[in-house]
Each structure stands twice: as structure tokens, then as C-alpha cells.
């Protein structure tokens, strides 16, 4: 080990110890947030309460998903307190700004029509910027904004998401996602912030206050979820879908669950968080979306959410028993509004029959329905003088070159330098000719990963107003420089020097889910034909989680990670070219191989290839 990695280690591991120390579960009820409490809108919620029948107090209770919708007239019919769009959920009129706010007013104009006139709470998982619409910021994914470790920025960058959601009239996102990833062979590694709690916490706070502002009743703010409530990122491989790790079942005692898993939970109930979403995952083999003892116990009672409980996309269904069972273990264990994209109209006549044969108490309904309200009051959706249509004059900044700068930022800030032998890095601009290769050196889809225009996202020019890594290069040398380009890394030679950008093809949930994390042939094949041309060559690796490069790094004379960028790739040629020196610090220690997978994080002799905080500068 070489004393710079000895002292990193040494680093780490206080680093380590004061999040341990910071983070010791006190038992007791997170610090009173710092907005209005929810709690203080309970006179207005209480009096509309009080007027509403069964049905409106159900319905209040169910989300469908738009794409799924039997006859609009059912928003009406079943008092629908929320729709959302799920990841392949798109306008019937296509993907535009425009089809979005189409849809988002019809949708909200019938449920304006109903008795009480309780306006839709309207999801969408803007998870990286409004990613499932075309032309909007698409920001670096969590791993990345984990590296940058500013919450001051991650703040403004979901600030940004909210107006861009806002410009289509939505009024709630499915984020922050505050997992805290221990095995990376999970497909939703990169929706985590970090391998410790530090900076779930840190940055899911940070995102919560950018999406909810300082008043959740500003026009511009949009109610925040965080998710997936808990130890999500925790299972154990062989007990998730496909016998891997997504939706298994996290084992481990409630001292390591609460140390590890629940501080970006906690953190984001200090910052007053409208809605929480408990995980499809199990805790020592009972489903989260099932417990009493996580759901009431714990997030209602010690830690005093005052907001809502969403369940995950079908998340009942994969409760224990027939579907009124689970209905009434999920309701009864707490859970407020449920998911139901296409059962919609079965679960508000299961949950109706529940109640009326007493196994669902009318007083677990009114709390349900009382915390939903709360968020819908905080957010101004009560107040009958205010439009409750989308402001149309918010598409003048959506997919603003003043957002895409703060995205640009962000990847800058994200970048991590691992490598840079006889300072290859940073490149010149003037240099005769610089040769580009690699299968996601022209492919905004590679850069921008899973949750994109798409649930799985997509390789290919997936959305309009991007820059790739290819085009940021062109964009930033001399016009004396030819930039050359080849896929498969040929035609290199002659060259001053060549960059190489690799990595992973966009997925998303389970499908991510990898049992190997090296290299793939092709991208292998790429470095290796640059490097017989006998130049310099540079990696950078665009992928959801560290991956395994031995064979590759010890080939190249710089490495950066980049993680998934999103859409402003002009932020890593701002890197290459010095524009930028180099910040970012890894919050995923990098394993050396696959046996060092899952992390060891406190075991000692745990020697990763680069230890959590790691990054080079200039
Ligand atoms: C998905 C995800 C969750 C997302 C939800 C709605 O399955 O688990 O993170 O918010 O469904 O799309």
C-alpha cells in the first residue's frame, strides 16, 4: 500500500468514524423542521374532512397511473386524490412540453369538478430533472451529485427540476432517493448519493429543500418523496427478483438498520419532506410495505412525519396472502396512498368493503386522509382563488441554457480523477489532432443512464438540447485541432493522443441487477486498439457504479470516472481541458474485484482499489 493510499485509508476511516458517531440513532424524534410544520394546516384539513363521505375519503387514498386510465371520467367517478406517470408513461398525444401540459390541465380540470373540488396531487419520478420529457435539463444521476458533495448546488439543481416540473403543471416527484447502496451489483446503485449515510443525508436534505422551497406554497415549489423507506439498499444477494438483490431482504439488527439506512430519511423529515415511499423491500423477511412497526412506529411516531406514505408501483401486491389481505396489512400498518396504476377502480371497492366490515377503522382512513390533505393544503391545492392549471409561462426557462450551465456545473464538480500518470491531464486545446473512441463517446443515452424519456432509458440520441462528450470535445479545442472519431477506437494512429469513453448501456431497477461488473469485450477492445497506436490514452468510464478495470487501468495514462452526466456533457471536456480542475472525491469506495463485492466498509483489511474519498487534481 503506498503512503498517499495509506493516508487516504486513514481518512476514510475517521471520515468513517465521525458519520458513526454523528449518526448514532438517538431514539429520539428528528429536530422540528425548519418549514411550516404539515401539522399546522390541520384546522382547514379537519373542517374539509369532516364533510367528506367514504368514497371522497378513498378515493382521496388512491393513485392510478394516467396511461392506464379506463375513462377519464373515473378521476370523477372514484374521487382520485393523485395520478402519476410512470417511467414509460407518456402523453396519449406524445412527448412534448406541450403534451405534457395538456395532460397534466385535463387531468387536473376533471378532478376540479368533483363535490369538493380537491385538486389531484400529480406524480412523475424527476429523479435527474424532469427526465421523462423531451428537451428538459437532464442532471448528472445521485452517484454523481454523491461525488460533487455540494448540497448548496444539488439544492439549485432541484430547484431547477422543480420549475421544469412545475412548467408542465406536476406538482410532485418521486425523489430524493436517499438508498444507501452497500452492494453495488444492485441495478439502483447510482440512485444513491453514497455507500455511507453521509451523503444520503447530506444531499437528500438538500434536494428536498430545493423541491419544496422555503414554502411548499410557492408556485414554484412541488412536494418531495423521499424513498425507499428502508434499508432498500441493504439486501442480501439471492433473496431479490431473478434470485439477485432488487426487492430482497436487508438483514441486519435495527441498530445498523437505523445507522445506516434511515439517516437520509430522518434528514429529510428535518427538512419536512410531504411524502415518504417504503421500499418493496423486506426488513429480516417482513416487507416494508407491510409494517406497523416501520411505517407507524418508527416514521409516524418517534420520528414525527407529519406527511404521507405512497406505496412503491404495485408494491401490495407483493405483500403476503390474497389482495384484501394485503390491502388491509398495508393500510393497517400505515400506509396512506397507494400506487394502484392500473387497479385503481379494485382497490377503492376492497379498501371501501375493508372499512364497512370493520377490519379497516375509520380512524386509520381519516389519518390517511388527513395527512394527504396537510400536503395538498400546505401546497395551496385548498385554496379556491388559485388556479390550480399550469403556468404556461414557465416554458420559457424549461430547458434554459441558464439551467443546462447549472447542470454543466455539476458534472464539473462530479468528475472523479483516478489516475493521471506524467500529467497527461489536463489535455492541450492546441494539439494537431486528437482521436476519440469508445461506444459512448457520441451517445447521450449512454450519458444519461436509466430514467430517461424512458424507465430503462436508452442508448441513441434519446432527447433534444444534449451535448455529447464527442461534440463537448469539438466544442472546446482550437479550430487548428482535428478531432477524429471511431467507435471501436481504430484509425488512432498518428494521433497526439486519444480518449477512450466507455462503460455501461442505460438500465434501470432490476434489470441492472449484474453478477459481473468488468469491463465488456467491446469496451476493452476500444482501449487496446488506441493504445497499439502508441499514444496517450485517456479513459473516461460513463457507468451507475464503480466497475471492475484492472485490465484496462493499468493500460491507460489517465482515468476519470464521470458516472452518468445527464445531458450537459460539455462539464467533462471543461475537466479534460483544465477549464476545471478535478473535485470530485468518490462516495463509493472501488472495489479491486469481484470478491471485494458486496463493500467491507469497517472490516478491516477492506483494501479497495480507491478508498471511499478518493480524487485526484491538478
Ligand atoms: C418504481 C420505483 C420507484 C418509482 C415508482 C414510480 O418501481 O421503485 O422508485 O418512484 O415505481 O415510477
Redesign the pocket.
Known amino acids: 500500500m503506498t503512503k498517499n493510499s495509506h493516508f487516504v485509508r486513514v481518512l476514510f476511516l475517521f471520515c468513517a468514524v465521525c458519520a458513526a458517531v454523528l449518526f448514532i440513532p438517538t431514539g429520539v424524534g428528528a429536530p422540528a423542521p425548519k418549514t411550516k410544520l404539515l401539522s399546522a394546516h390541520d384546522p382547514q384539513v379537519q373542517e374539509l374532512l369532516s364533510k367528506m363521505t367514504l368514497d371522497e375519503k378513498v378515493g382521496q387514498m388512491t393513485q392510478a397511473d394516467q396511461d392506464f386510465l379506463k375513462d377519464i371520467g373515473d378521476i370523477r367517478k372514484y374521487y382520485l386524490g393523485s395520478l402519476?406517470?410512470?417511467?414509460d408513461s407518456d402523453p396519449k398525444a406524445g412527448n412534448s412540453l406541450a403534451a405534457w401540459t395538456d395532460m397534466y390541465d385535463r387531468y387536473q380540470s376533471e378532478a376540479l369538478q368533483t363535490r369538493l373540488r380537491i385538486p389531484l396531487l400529480y406524480?412523475?419520478?424527476a429523479?435527474h430533472g424532469h427526465n421523462n420529457v423531451l428537451g428538459a435539463v437532464v442532471f448528472p444521476h445521485n452517484i454523481g451529485l454523491g461525488c460533487a458533495h455540494n448540497p448548496q448546488l444539488v439544492e439549485k439543481a432541484a430547484r431547477i427540476t422543480a420549475e421544469e416540473v412545475r412548467a408542465t403543471g406536476i406538482n410532485w416527484a418521486?425523489?430524493p432517493?436517499v438508498t444507501v447502496p452497500q452492494d453495488i451489483r444492485w441495478g439502483?446503485t447510482y440512485?444513491g448519493y453514497g455507500e455511507t449515510p453521509e451523503m444520503p443525508s447530506l444531499l437528500g436534505e438538500a434536494a428536498v429543500r430545493g423541491f419544496q422551497g422555503q414554502d411548499l406554497s410557492d408556485p414554484l415549489s412541488i412536494s418531495a418523496?423521499a424513498?425507499?423507506f428502508v434499508g432498500d439498499g441493504g439486501t442480501t444477494w439471492g433473496t431479490g427478483l431473478k434470485k439477485m438483490l432488487d426487492r430482497g431482504d436487508t438483514r441486519v439488527d435495527e441498530t445498523a438498520l437505523r445507522r445506516v439506512h434511515m439517516q437520509g430519511h430522518i434528514s429529510a423529515i428535518r427538512a419536512g419532506v410531504a411524502s415518504i415511499?417504503p421500499?418493496?423491500s423486506s426488513w429480516n423477511g417482513a416487507k416494508c410495505s407491510g409494517s406497523k412497526r416501520l411505517m407507524v412506529e418508527i416514521l409516524k411516531q418517534e420520528l414525527g412525519f407529519e406527511g404521507f406514505l405512497i406505496s412503491?408501483?404495485?408494491?401490495l401486491d407483493e405483500l403476503p396472502g390474497d389482495y384484501k389481505s394485503q390491502v388491509e396489512q398495508s393500510i393497517n400498518a400505515g400506509m396512506d396512498m397507494v400506487?394502484v396504476?392500473q387497479r385503481y377502480r379494485e382497490f377503492f371497492e376492497t379498501l371501501k368493503g375493508l372499512v364497512k366490515d370493520g377490519k379497516v377503522p375509520m380512524s386509520r382512513i381519516d389519518d390517511a386522509v388527513t395527512r394527504i390533505l396537510r400536503v395538498k393544503s400546505a401546497m395551496g391545492l385548498l385554496d379556491k382563488n388559485r388556479s390550480q392549471l399550469a403556468d404556461r409561462k414557465l416554458w420559457k426557462s424549461f430547458g434554459s441554457s441558464e439551467h443546462r450551465q447549472v447542470a454543466r456545473e455539476l458534472v464539473r464538480q462530479s468528475i472523479v480523477l483516478l489516475k493521471n500518470d506524467h500529467h497527461t491531464l489536463p489535455l492541450s486545446k492546441q494539439v494537431a489532432r486528437i482521436h476519440v473512441g469508445g461506444k459512448s463517446a457520441d451517445d447521450l443515452g449512454n450519458q444519461c443512464g436509466g430514467w430517461t424519456i424512458t424507465?430503462q432509458g436508452e442508448s441513441g440520441n434519446v432527447t433534444p438540447g444534449g451535448t455529447t462528450i464527442l461534440a463537448a470535445i469539438r466544442n472546446a479545442v482550437s479550430k487548428n485541432t482535428e478531432v477524429t472519431f471511431s467507435k471501436d477506437g481504430t484509425g488512432a494512429e498518428g494521433a497526439s493522443l486519444g480518449i477512450a469513453v466507455i462503460g455501461e448501456t442505460p438500465y434501470?431497477?432490476m434489470s441492472g441487477d449484474r453478477a459481473d461488473l468488468r469491463l465488456a469485450a467491446e469496451d476493452v477492445r476500444a482501449v487496446d486498439n488506441m493504445k497499439r497506436a502508441g499514444i496517450p490514452v485517456v479513459v473516461i468510464l460513463l457507468s451507475g457504479r464503480p466497475m471492475i478495470i484492472e485490465d484496462v487501468l493499468g493500460k491507460t495514462d489517465a482515468f476519470l470516472a464521470a458516472w452518468l452526466p445527464g445531458t450537459e456533457g460539455q462539464g467533462v471536456a471543461d475537466v479534460l481541458f483544465g477549464d476545471y480542475k478535478p473535485t470530485g472525491k468518490l462516495s463509493f469506495s472501488w472495489p479491486r474485484s469481484m470478491s471485494q463485492v458486496p463493500i467491507h466498509v469497517g472490516v478491516p483489511n477492506y483494501d479497495p482499489l480507491f478508498p471511499y474519498g478518493f480524487g485526484l487534481t491538478y
Open positions: 402519476l406517470n410512470g417511467g406524480g412523475v419520478d429523479v418521486f425523489a432517493c439502483r440512485e418523496c424513498k425507499h415511499m421500499s418493496y412503491d408501483y404495485n408494491a400506487m396504476p424507465w434501470a431497477e
